[in-house]
Nanobody, 120 residues
Framework: VQLQASGGGLVQAGDSLRLACAAS????????MGWFRQAPGKEREIVAA???????YYADSVKGRFTISRDNAKNTVSLQMNSLKPEDTAVYYC???????????????WGQGTQVTVSS
């Protein structure tokens, strides 16, 4: 599986941004898709994850503000980010794995990352 993330940018606090991740391969629907982020000097952390059905996970820090969605027919997963805060500033990565997990190490495939910068 190859992943290509896009949609990052520089926004102001309170603004919205939508990240997209396009995946190759014919078995996309079988994978758990996750969005992670890594801020300078910090460890990579999960933001949200989506199983093929309706199961989703959100980090507490983004609940109510971010929404993960996937289109299995188009092999895409998106992250709608609303009410952005300066602390959301990070490089965001999409990832694919075979387990519904929040652990970074359990994801097998990673996109290249896209920078999100939120100014105050």
């Amino acid at each position: 599986v190859q992943l290509q993330a896009s949609g990052g940018g520089l926004v102001q606090a309170g603004d919205s941004l939508r990240l997209a991740c396009a995946a190759s391969g014919r078995t996309f629907s079988r994978y758990v898709m996750g969005w992670f982020r890594q801020a300078p000097g910090k460890e990579r952390e999960i933001v949200a994850a989506s199983w093929s059905g309706t199961a989703t996970y959100y980090a507490d820090s983004v609940k109510g503000r971010f929404t993960i969605s996937r289109d299995n027919a188009k092999n895409t997963v998106s992250l709608q980010m609303n009410s952005l805060k300066p602390e959301d500033t990070a490089v965001y990565y999409c990832a694919a794995g075979k387990q519904f997990t929040i652990r970074v190490g359990d994801y097998d495939y990673w996109g290249q990352g896209t920078q999100v910068t939120v100014s105050s």
